[in-house]
């Protein structure tokens, strides 16, 4: 299984980002999906995931603004982020919980995606 991530880059505060992340390899299902984010000297925290019901949970500081979204025919998960501040400026990780077609469970991430939010 990989998840290959895309969008991201410099934006200026306020302003607003698009990042997507899309899975391939032996898939049978995935579970939760999920945008993750690790700022320098930080701890990598959850930013937002849903479940494979649709159900979302949002860390605190970006609920309003960031707002998560699966495609499970495309196998893609996106965060659409808006209002962008200085303490989002980080690297964001896409993860997904998967099921292989050999019914495995695999703890999927992608490569990140450097989010620099900054005038």
């Known amino acids: 299984v990989q998840l290959q991530a895309s969008g991201g880059g410099l934006v200026q505060p306020g302003g607003s980002t698009r990042l997507s992340c899309a899975a391939s390899?032996?898939?049978?299902?995935?579970?939760?999906m999920g945008w993750f984010r690790q700022a320098p000297g930080k701890q990598r925290e959850l930013a937002a995931a849903?479940?494979?019901?649709?159900?979302?949970n949002y860390e605190e500081s970006v609920k309003g603004r960031f707002t998560i979204s699966r495609d499970d025919v495309k196998k893609t998960v996106s965060l659409q982020m808006n209002s962008l501040k200085a303490e989002d400026t980080a690297v964001y990780y896409c993860?997904?919980?998967?099921?292989?077609?050999?019914?495995?469970?695999?703890?999927?991430w992608g490569q990140g995606t450097q989010v620099t939010v900054s005038s």
């Open positions: 993860n997904m919980l998967v099921i292989t077609t050999t019914f495995r469970g695999r703890d999927s």
């Open positions: 849903i479940s494979s019901g649709g159900d979302t």
């Open positions: 390899g032996s898939i049978f299902q995935i579970n939760t």
